[in-house]
Nanobody, 121 residues
Framework: QVQLVESGGGLVQAGGSLRLSCAAS????????MGWFRQAPGKEREFVAA??????TYADSVKGRFTISRDNAKKTVYLQMNSLKPEDTAIYYC????????????????WGQGTQVTVSS
């Protein structure tokens, strides 16, 4: 099994930056696509970004502002968030899936517990 633990959330002003980290334990980290979802109060969980073996994809709402990366040696995936907007306020969840397409589609094998990101206006 794989366990995912997010960190790095917090409170920032609009225009600020945060870097989220997701540390994985267990097996098969390098064999999984890794990504981030977020869920705001009263809204459904939505895809944010993902990295697979050959591709990286982002939701339109974060393109140009967020950058996803992974360090397989450290079993960690990151989400660098710049130019944050109040609409980015949400709980951010790390996720893994067998491949990138499955992850983006919401077919998730493992979820992290989430980390709160709050962006003030």
């Amino acid at each position: 099994q794989v366990q995912l633990v997010e960190s790095g959330g917090g409170l920032v002003q609009a225009g600020g930056s945060l870097r989220l980290s997701c540390a994985a334990s267990g097996r098969t980290f390098a064999n999984y696509a890794m990504g981030w979802f977020r869920q705001a109060p009263g809204k459904e969980r939505e895809f944010v970004a993902a990295v697979g073996w050959y591709s990286i994809t982002y939701a339109d709402s974060v393109k140009g502002r967020f950058t996803i990366s992974r360090d397989n040696a450290k079993k960690t995936v990151y989400l660098q968030m710049n130019s944050l907007k109040p609409e980015d306020t949400a709980i951010y969840y790390c996720a893994t899936s067998l491949d990138l397409r499955a992850l983006v589609s919401g077919d998730i094998d493992y979820w992290g517990q989430g980390t709160q990101v709050t962006v003030s206006s």
